[in-house]
T-cell receptor, first 110, second 117 residues
Framework: QKEVEQNSGPLSVPEGAIASLNCTYS??????FFWYRQYSGKSPELIMSIYSNGDKEDGRFTAQLNKASQYVSLLIRDSQPSDSATYLCAVNTGFQKLVFGTGTRLLVSP | GAGVSQSPSNKVTEKGKDVELRCDPISGHTALYWYRQRLGQGLEFLIYFQGNSAPDKSGLPSDRFSAERTGESVSTLTIQRTQQEDSAVYLC???????????????FGDGTRLSIL
C-alpha cells in the first residue's frame, strides 16, 4: 500500500462547480498535511496546510482533515478554468520529510 | 522576498557525463530538500538537509547521486556517469526548521529540467 494515495483523474468539472479532491494516507502518526497545485511544466505551489481535524478555509479553497479515517480532502468552490492543474497531496509522516501522492489532475471546462 | 533559486533551468548532456545542479534556498530556511519528478509522475524524494545535522540520504537512487550543502546555504546535487533514466526535472525545496510534527511547508524552486541524450 502506498503511503499517500490519490486518484490520478482526470477529474472533470464545469466552471462554477465545486471540485472535490481526495487523499488517503497510511501512517496514523502523520500530523501535517499539505495541498500543492502544479501547473504543467511548473513547480508545485503550496495552496493549503492543515494540522487539526476539521475544516480550514482560505478563499475558494477548503481543506478537510479526518485523522480517524486517515483522509484529507481539498474542495475548490466556484471552479475556474485557471484551476485546471494537478493537485498534489503531501503528508509529513514524522520523519521530517514530506511524502507526496502522485496527484490528481483537475480539468475545469468553461 | 526571493524564492528558491535553481540553476541551470535546463541541462542537456550526453550519457556518461557528470552534471551538477544548484539550489539556493530562501534566506533563513534551514531545511533543504531535493526531489526528482519524471515526466507525468509524482515527486520522488532524494535527500534532505537540516542545518548542520547529517543529511537524510535515504532517497538517493544509486551511488552515482550525491549532494552537498554547507551550513544553511547553497546545495549542489551531483549525478555522475549520467544515464538516460536520469532524465527528469530535479526540484529543490526549502523550509523553516521543521519541528517534530513537520509542520513547516516546503517552498519549491522552478526546477532543473535534465535531459540525457
Amino acid at each position: 500500500q502506498k503511503e499517500v494515495e490519490q486518484n490520478s483523474g482526470p477529474l472533470s468539472v464545469p466552471e462554477g462547480a465545486i471540485a472535490s479532491l481526495n487523499c488517503t494516507y497510511s501512517d496514523r502518526g502523520s500530523q501535517s498535511f499539505f495541498w500543492y497545485r502544479q501547473y504543467s511544466g511548473k513547480s508545485p505551489e503550496l495552496i493549503m496546510s492543515i494540522y487539526s481535524n476539521g475544516d480550514k478555509e482560505d478563499g475558494r479553497f477548503t481543506a478537510q482533515l479526518n485523522k480517524a479515517s486517515q483522509y484529507v480532502s481539498l474542495l475548490i468552490r466556484d471552479s475556474q478554468p485557471s484551476d485546471s492543474a494537478t493537485y498534489l497531496c503531501a503528508v509529513n509522516t514524522g520523519f521530517q520529510k514530506l511524502v507526496f501522492g502522485t496527484g490528481t489532475r483537475l480539468l475545469v471546462s468553461p | 522576498g526571493a524564492g528558491v533559486s535553481q540553476s541551470p533551468s535546463n541541462k542537456v548532456t550526453e550519457k556518461g557525463k557528470d552534471v551538477e545542479l544548484r539550489c539556493d534556498p530562501i534566506s533563513g530556511h534551514t531545511a533543504l530538500y531535493w526531489y526528482r519528478q519524471r515526466l507525468g509522475q509524482g515527486l520522488e524524494f532524494l535527500i534532505y538537509f537540516q542545518g548542520n545535522s547529517a543529511p537524510d540520504k535515504s532517497g538517493l537512487p544509486s551511488d552515482r547521486f550525491s549532494a552537498e550543502r554547507t551550513g544553511e546555504s547553497v546545495s549542489t546535487l551531483t549525478i555522475q556517469r549520467t544515464q538516460q533514466e536520469d532524465s527528469a526535472v530535479y526540484l529543490c525545496a526549502s523550509s523553516l526548521r521543521t519541528g517534530g510534527n513537520g509542520n513547516q511547508p516546503q517552498h519549491f524552486g522552478d526546477g532543473t529540467r535534465l535531459s540525457i541524450l
